[in-house]
């Protein structure tokens, strides 16, 4: 982490919130900012239940929680806020759960590019959905942060899929951010661009190279530049953001 960016520890005190696919990655590097943030974290997987205890473990304060989570499965869903509501209600929810199946579009699959708008798009539809309605039924004026990304933004080749899937988030996201408005309900959306992950760590110095080339900050970003920036928008600070894309990108994609 870098020593110039660093949580606060109490701007997220006694909020509840949910990150999808936060057993790794961007969502487990989510998932601890929220808790050094102060909030109380419910960490979902959809097939490593031992990785995200790992990550429930490691985050600081009490009462995070595992629970199992298929995005893209109504029923998976439905049955996950009905357990998430025994708890208590959510303050907060993180759609960040998204796959890959890149190829150029003579060599796709079709079902590759649904397996890609199942997940990302659908899935963001549906948990959106399950968490507006948790926060109606609690009364709760929540925050949802739904993450994108520079691809759905500016489009890349080999990626037409994940462009559609995330471009389509965008879109879901302003629309329900009018609709729940309201009720005190906001929905924005973070859009990263490269990020130190496990997928560019198994890339060549050469590769690494040439992406940075054209970044304007000239290196890519961390986990923590997205958690920052999900944790603002979640927090009270961001009370009159709404509807809102933030790029979190070095300036790839102004």
């Known amino acids: 982490m870098s020593e110039n960016l660093k949580p606060t520890g109490q701007r997220l005190t006694g909020k509840r919130i949910a990150v999808t696919g936060s057993s790794r990655g961007i969502g487990a590097g989510i998932a601890l900012w929220l808790a050094k943030e102060g909030a109380t974290v419910v960490i979902t997987y959809s097939s490593n239940e031992a990785s995200a205890l790992?990550?429930?473990?490691?985050?600081?304060?009490?009462?995070?929680?595992?629970?199992?989570?298929?995005?893209?499965?109504?029923?998976?869903?439905?049955?996950?806020?009905?357990?998430?509501?025994?708890g208590g209600p959510l303050a907060g929810f993180v759609n960040n759960a998204g796959i890959t199946r890149d190829q150029l579009i003579l060599r796709m699959k079709t079902e590759d590019f649904d397996a890609v708008i199942n997940t990302n798009l659908r899935g963001t539809f549906l948990c959106a959905r399950g968490a507006v309605k948790a926060m109606f039924k609690s009364k709760t004026a929540g925050s949802i942060v739904n993450i994108t990304s520079v691809i759905g933004e500016m489009g890349?080749?080999?990626?037409?899929?994940?462009?559609?899937?995330?471009?389509?988030?965008?879109?879901?996201t302003k629309s329900l951010a009018k609709e729940v408005a309201s009720r005190g309900i906001r929905l924005n959306c973070v859009a990263p661009g490269f990020i130190v992950t496990e997928m560019t760590a198994a890339l060549n110095d050469?590769?690494?190279?040439k992406?940075?080339?054209?970044?304007?900050?000239?290196?890519?970003?961390?986990?923590?530049?997205?958690?920052?920036?999900?944790?603002?928008?979640l927090s009270n600070e961001a009370r009159y953001i709404t509807g809102h894309t933030l790029s979190v990108n070095g300036g790839l994609y102004i």
């Open 156 to 172: 890349n080749a080999g990626q037409s899929n994940y462009a559609a899937s995330k471009a389509g988030v965008e879109g879901l």
């Open 54 to 86: 790992a990550v429930a473990k490691s985050l600081p304060g009490q009462g995070h929680i595992c629970l199992p989570l298929n995005v893209s499965d109504e029923a998976s869903v439905d049955a996950f806020f009905a357990k998430v509501l025994e």
């Open 206 to 209: 050469e590769q690494k190279l």
């Open 211 to 233: 992406i940075q080339s054209g970044i304007p900050l000239g290196t890519l970003g961390e986990t923590e530049d997205i958690a920052a920036a999900v944790a603002f928008l």
